[in-house]
């Protein structure tokens, strides 16, 4: 019987304690899932009358207590299977609540307290588990002793658990059926030392995010003939790629942010016949990736960021079969091969911060499945392919190059959700066209050359939340309309996120191991470094005085718009008041005039406002005091008169360095009742992208 999950509200505590005993009424159930709800306190005792329970499954609540007080574990002495992972349960480390339970072969417990206590001298349990997951438990300092007399696993899970000392490799040789050992997360230390004997049945090993170091062992693959997928990243391991890494069922090799140097042997492909995803990002890898007439016929996923090859691009990392490729972060230099057009599979194409040169290729359009282009800080030149805009592109990055020529092209994607092109030397007006990229959520034309009357449809961009188009030659009015904007949650990817419980679908014939676990696999392959794609939309805007990389989460959050450094004229839109989820807020270095709006005072979560080096007049407006969040502000250099704004609050934190300029205001922090700087509309522009204001001191 399963209870469906996410459907009990939450604070009904009384109501749901009810439920929980109405099951204790069905004498010969079976089978019980409450997995995903919102079920709080302790169990009830009477679940102990369900003497015929084979399947329990409580994962993904808050029950609570310590489940060695509990005594209907007693009573239930059929289980087979029990998740109790994901609650607020302490779980003695000894486990000996379960000594008789006999038929236990599959156990989960992870997320939970472990707390420490007497275990039984040489006990001995009388199962022999099948699955084990003890994941990122709090206090867990050592391994369960149990665990030595279980010869039988087939899927272990002692993830994020920091959990110090050496690898335990007595696991693998205690249990030689092993299919899954999944450790990442952990605390060990010196070298990965594998089993004295053959590992026939080893399919998953991931031992990343650890602190192991020395060399990468040279006999993997004889060691473990059944392996798919190793994934040994974030670690400590130094020296070359061992010839012999792979193996024949070899699909995911994951060894990134390591110290590894050397080439990429050819031996890896050669050897590894079935290898489709290869990550060997951020180590000290030079020279050769293969050797020239080797390509491996099937990997889909290549990923050679983070290193220090250099020299032309080889040409077999292009391979037809790919659907990612990045080779990001090296030295790589010369042009881009026109031979790029023949990977028609490409999804995600990223070349950033080498030192290409030369034109983009029209072969680029050949593309015709392309989602994320790439191409930051090289040395690219002329114009963007116009065939470009029949791509069906989500996220283009290729800012500071010395790309040129207008964006009509570029502006008429329609899937758009990124588009970065700062620091380059596009000219023209920004195309009416723009309206037209209604999933755009990012838009980045700082730092070029382009003109005209910001157009009215850029308002219909509806999921925008960072503007920046900025240190142009921009002029005339500003929209009333961009008040509307900033207000909808964008959709950019900010990474997968992961719950892992195992259902009774994916467990359709209890007595046999392999659905759970094979799900196990698949599930692990999802919150691993084995994603699919390895697209994290990575966004550079200024505030608070300093340009800063957006991403993930905080990407989410983000909200903002700059203006700065153009010619735009009038008065500032009492509708701008409206952008009451902006962040950051820069409209220096214009010809705006008029009072700064008072509905300013709505801007409830800015924490950057920059209206400096303009015309503005009148009162600073004492509402913006209701502005707790402002952590940077600056009306430097306006046409200001009177008292600023009460030094309380968030202003007792602005020194003078945000009021001169303004000969005519007055009161603390300015030095004197009036401020004797003389007033400047024409102070020159400031290379680089931020904001124009003093250090401050506190």
Not at 235 to 243: A, R, T, V
Not at 326 to 337: C, H, M, Q, T
Not at 428 to 454: A, D, V, W
Request: with cysteine.
């Amino acid at each position: 019987m399963t209870w469906p999950s996410n459907k009990l509200p939450r604070g009904k505590a009384v109501f749901k304690n009810r439920l929980l005993k109405s099951w204790c009424e069905l004498k010969n159930i079976q089978e019980l899932s409450f997995v995903n709800n919102n079920f709080e306190g302790t169990l009830p005792s009477c679940l102990g009358n369900l003497t015929s329970l084979r399947w329990l499954s409580l994962g993904g609540n808050r029950f609570t207590g310590n489940i060695a007080s509990y005594t209907l574990w007693r009573r239930l002495t059929s289980l087979e299977y029990l998740d109790i992972s994901f609650n607020r349960f302490e779980v003695p480390v000894s486990f000996n609540q379960f000594v008789n339970h006999s038929k236990l072969i599959y156990l989960s417990v992870g997320y939970n307290t472990l707390t420490t206590n007497t275990e039984f001298k040489n006990w001995i349990p009388n199962f022999q588990l099948k699955f084990f997951a003890i994941e990122g438990c709090v206090n867990l300092q050592r391994l369960p002793s149990f665990l030595h007399y279980q010869h039988d696993l087939r899927i272990l899970a002692i993830e994020y658990n920091q959990l110090p000392g050496n690898f335990p490799t007595w696991l693998l040789e205690n249990n030689t059926r092993l299919a899954g050992l999944y450790a990442r997360d952990n605390a060990f230390t010196g070298p990965l030392k594998l089993p004295s004997s053959r590992h026939l049945y080893l399919e998953q090993l991931d031992v990343s995010n650890n602190k192991l170091s020395g060399h990468v062992p040279a006999n993997m693959s004889s060691a473990f003939p059944k392996l798919i997928s190793l994934n040994m990243s974030l670690n400590l391991f130094e020296g070359p790629i061992p010839s012999d890494i792979g193996g024949f069922h070899l699909r995911g090799l994951v060894l990134s942010h390591n110290f590894l140097s050397g080439g990429v042997p050819s031996d890896l492909a050669i050897g590894s016949p079935s290898l489709t995803f290869l990550r060997l990002s951020n180590n000290k890898l030079t020279g050769q990736i293969f050797s020239k007439d080797v390509r491996p016929s099937l990997l889909f996923y290549l990923f050679l960021n983070g290193n220090s090859f250099e020299g032309p691009l080889p040409s077999n990392i292009f391979l037809k079969p790919l659907i990612a490729l990045d080779a990001s972060s090296n030295n790589f230099s010369g042009e881009i091969p026109q031979g790029i057009g023949d990977n028609t599979k490409l999804l995600q194409l990223d070349l950033s911060k080498n030192h290409l040169e030369g034109s983009i290729p029209v072969e680029i359009c050949n593309l015709k499945l392309i989602q994320v282009l790439a191409l930051t800080e090289n040395k690219l030149s002329g114009p963007v392919p116009s065939c470009v805009s029949g791509l069906p592109l989500e996220h283009i990055h290729l800012d500071k190059n010395q790309l040129v020529g207008e964006l009509d092209a570029l502006l008429n994607i329609s899937s758009l959700k990124t588009l970065d092109l700062g620091y380059n030397s596009f000219t023209g007006n920004i195309p009416c066209t723009i309206g037209s990229l209604s999933n755009l959520n990012f838009l980045l034309l700082n730092n070029n050359q382009l003109q005209g009357e910001i157009p009215t449809q850029i308002c219909l961009l509806n999921k925008l939340s960072i503007m920046d188009v900025s240190f142009n030659k921009l002029y005339g009015p500003l929209l009333s309309c961009l008040g509307n904007l900033i207000q909808a949650e964008n959709d950019a990817e900010t990474g997968s996120s992961y719950f892992h419980t195992t259902t009774r679908l994916a467990w359709s014939d209890f007595l046999s191991w392999i659905s759970s676990a094979r799900n196990y696999h698949i599930s692990y392959d999802v919150r691993t470094d084995f994603s699919v794609m390895d697209v994290e939309t990575r966004i550079q805007f200024t505030t608070k005085r300093n340009t800063f990389t957006y991403k993930g989460s905080i990407l989410k959050y983000m909200k903002g718009i700059d203006l700065s450094s153009n010619i735009l004229t009038g008065e500032i839109p009492i509708e701008l008041g409206n952008l009451s989820k902006i962040h950051a807020l820069n409209l220096s270095h214009n010809h705006f005039v008029g009072r700064i709006p008072d509905t300013f005072s709505n801007l409830h979560e800015i924490e950057s406002l920059d209206l400096s080096y303009n015309s503005l007049s009148g009162r600073i407006p004492v509402g913006l005091l209701e502005l707790y969040r402002l952590a940077i502000f600056s009306v430097a250099y306006n046409n200001l008169s009177g008292a600023v704004p009460p030094f309380e609050a968030q202003f007792s934190t602005f020194d003078k360095s945000s009021y001169e300029g303004n000969p005519l205001l007055c009161g603390v922090p300015l030095d004197n009742e009036r401020s004797s700087t003389k007033s400047s509309n024409t102070s020159p522009k400031v290379e680089g992208h931020t904001f124009q204001l003093m250090p401050r001191t506190r």
